[in-house]
Structure formats: structure tokens, C-alpha cells
């Protein structure tokens, strides 16, 4: 039996930390907890017909869209497996319009945590591949006290580890701690209820045949991404033509981009300039797994992981995936599409 087989989850982090003495073993505990989070949320998603779990709340988030009942289960799953172990000094999600500070009798710690908790809910209803997206700094205020918003608005390139869980026909859990540790995916075996590793050290291929896009928006795009489409339409990647694939789940869009190459987009427009994609909890941590697996992220010409946060639920358009993809892709851009 192959050494993969034996290669859980809290094993590979374990391993992961021998390699750096300094380590103090909280961000293998972190990362250990995510993943027993989103082992209650998998099991939620999986009965979500069978339970009174689909559907609206009644409410709205920051970002101005309904939520779902099982949205906001699975955020408050993330903050009741998190909030108590003693590594965080405050929290942001996607389903709140300000940062979650942790419960007063809590010990306070220097990490902070940003996180989508159910990317793609509006596919809930239709049995359509969701996920969790998370991306994990140090404080850069003071320690010993609560976090501050300042510490959730950080540049990308200054996460320490981020990552993303599909559910799906199965769930996969796909993390980095960037720095050359390499990303990494795991699959939940249900006999036993354990992430086995299934995807070693991920590297995405410099190009591929697929784009993922959502075209219905063409004739409101600038003129540089229109050109790009009509390249694709056109062209020929080795001999076939090329393939649009769109879910509307950013984590399945790009977990197939990162398996198989290609370019996932969400550009600005006339009616959204700034795209629909929140910029600290969906584009730098996914831009921080694509650039940890030899692909490239941009907003238009710019790095994504460089961009300066302003705002929790700011949006920026992105382009990510392949580096030959992106490149080409970049080169049809003019200003007004950055």
C-alpha cells in the first residue's frame, strides 16, 4: 500500500512543521481546525435536500446579496470551531459588514483570519459544486490586544497560509503556507471520515485549452477583453478549439483551473468597474494558492497579491490561472480594464 494512502491531513501539516524548528505548532493547529469546520459544513451540504438548511434567510450581507441558511451555518461553524483556541486575535467574513472580534473571555493570539464561508451559494438550490475559501496573516498591531480592521486589510503577498475546500461529488481541501511549501489537496473519505492526501505539491501547466468566464457579460467588457475572447474563438491550442467552462462557483472554476490549466476570469465592466469579486476574502487567497503552484494572478496589470485592501468587502476584477494564459491575456489590456 502506497505511502499516500497513510498521508492524512493532520499528518502533512505535522510533517510540514518538522521542517521549520521555529515553528510554535499554532498554525498547524489552525489549519487542523479548519479542516474538522469543514467536515460539519460537507455533511450540511451533502443532506441539504433532505434538511431544512436551503433557502434565504431574509437577509442581506455586505456585499448586497441574500443569504442562505446554509451560509450562515457554515460561518458560524468556522467561528465555533476557531474562536476558542487561543491563535486569533480577530476574525472578517464575507456574511458580516464589519470584523468579528472574539468573545471577551477568550485568550488573545496574532493571527487573523479572513474568510468566504460558502463561495457560490447561489448555486445551493441547484446542486451545483460550493466551497469555503480562507486566507490566514499574522497582526501587524500590537499583541496582547484585540486585532484591528487594519490587520484584516494586508497585502496578499503577506498571508502565511491560505486555502480552499470544494464540495462537491467529493470534498477536496486545498491549502498552501506559500514560501515554496508547495499546494496541496486532499480529499474526505467518508468511510472514516479523514482528508487523505490526493493532490500533491500542485503545479498548475503554463497553459491549457479551457477559459472560465462568464460571457453573458461580453458586451459590457472593455474593449481589451473582448479582443482576448474573440482570440480564443478563433484560435486553435494544439489543434482543437478552445473551451469555455463556466460553474459560477469561483472554488470549482478554479480548482479545475489549477488541475488543468487555462484562465479563470472575472473582469471589470461598465456597470461593475471593480468586477463582483471581494479582494480579501475570495481573489488573494486563491491569487496566493495560483502563484504557490507556478500560475500568475492580476487585476488587469497589476499583481494581485500587491494590491493594498481599503475596505473588508472591496472588489477588484481579477485574471488568474496559467502563466502563458494570463500573459496573453494581459497583453490584450489597455488601461481601462486594470
Known amino acids: 500500500m502506497s505511502r499516500k494512502k497513510f498521508m492524512t491531513l493532520p499528518r502533512h501539516i505535522l510533517e510540514g512543521e518538522k521542517d521549520h524548528p521555529e ?3 499554532e498554525l498547524s ?12 459544513i460537507s455533511l450540511e451540504v451533502n443532506k441539504a435536500g433532505l434538511a431544512d438548511i436551503i433557502g434565504y434567510t431574509g437577509d442581506t450581507n455586505e456585499s448586497g446579496d441574500e443569504q442562505k441558511k446554509l451560509d450562515m451555518f457554515a460561518h458560524n461553524i468556522l467561528l465555533r470551531a476557531l ?10 467574513s464575507e456574511e458580516e459588514e464589519e470584523i468579528i472580534h472574539l468573545p471577551p473571555h477568550q ?21 451545483v459544486s460550493i466551497g469555503t475559501i480562507f486566507s490566514i496573516f499574522q497582526r501587524e498591531s500590537p499583541g496582547g490586544s484585540p486585532g484591528l480592521l487594519s490587520d484584516c486589510l494586508q497585502e496578499g503577498y503577506k498571508q502565511v497560509a491560505a486555502g480552499y475546500i470544494v464540495y462537491g461529488s467529493s470534498t477536496i481541501f486545498v ?20 482528508f487523505i492526501l490526493s493532490h ?3 503545479k498548475i501547466p503554463p497553459n491549457g485549452r479551457v477559459y472560465s468566464v462568464n ?20 484560435n486553435l491550442y494544439e489543434g482543437k478549439p478552445y473551451q469555455g467552462r463556466y ?28 468586477g463582483k469579486l471581494r479582494l480579501v476574502y475570495e481573489c488573494n487567497p486563491i491569487a496566493f494558492i495560483i502563484e504557490e503552484a507556478g500560475g500568475i494572478a492580476i487585476s488587469g496589470k497589476k499583481r494581485i497579491l500587491e494590491l493594498k485592501p481599503t475596505s473588508l468587502h472591496e472588489r477588484t476584477p481579477v485574471y488568474m490561472g496559467s502563466k502563458e494564459d494570463v500573459e496573453l491575456v494581459q497583453k490584450f489590456m489597455s488601461d481601462d480594464d486594470d
Open 23 to 25: 515553528a510554535t505548532g
Open 29 to 40: 493547529d489552525i489549519l487542523n481546525q479548519i479542516g474538522l469546520a469543514c467536515k460539519l
Open 83 to 92: 474562536d476558542h483556541i487561543g491563535h486569533f486575535c480577530v476574525f472578517a
Open 107 to 127: 485568550k488573545v493570539g496574532k493571527y487573523v483570519l479572513l474568510f468566504d464561508p460558502l463561495d457560490g451559494s447561489s448555486n445551493i438550490d441547484a446542486n
Open 175 to 194: 491549502y498552501t503556507a506559500g514560501h515554496g511549501h508547495g499546494v496541496h489537496g486532499f480529499t474526505l473519505d467518508p468511510a472514516f471520515g479523514e
Open 200 to 202: 500533491d505539491n500542485i
Open 215 to 234: 460571457e453573458g457579460n461580453y458586451f459590457h467588457w472593455n474593449k481589451g477583453v473582448k479582443n482576448y475572447i474573440k482570440y480564443l474563438q478563433s
Open 247 to 274: 460553474i459560477g462557483s469561483m472554488v470549482a472554476d478554479v480548482h479545475r483551473t489549477l488541475l488543468y490549466g487555462g484562465i479563470f476570469m472575472y473582469p471589470g465592466d461598465q456597470r461593475n468597474p471593480k
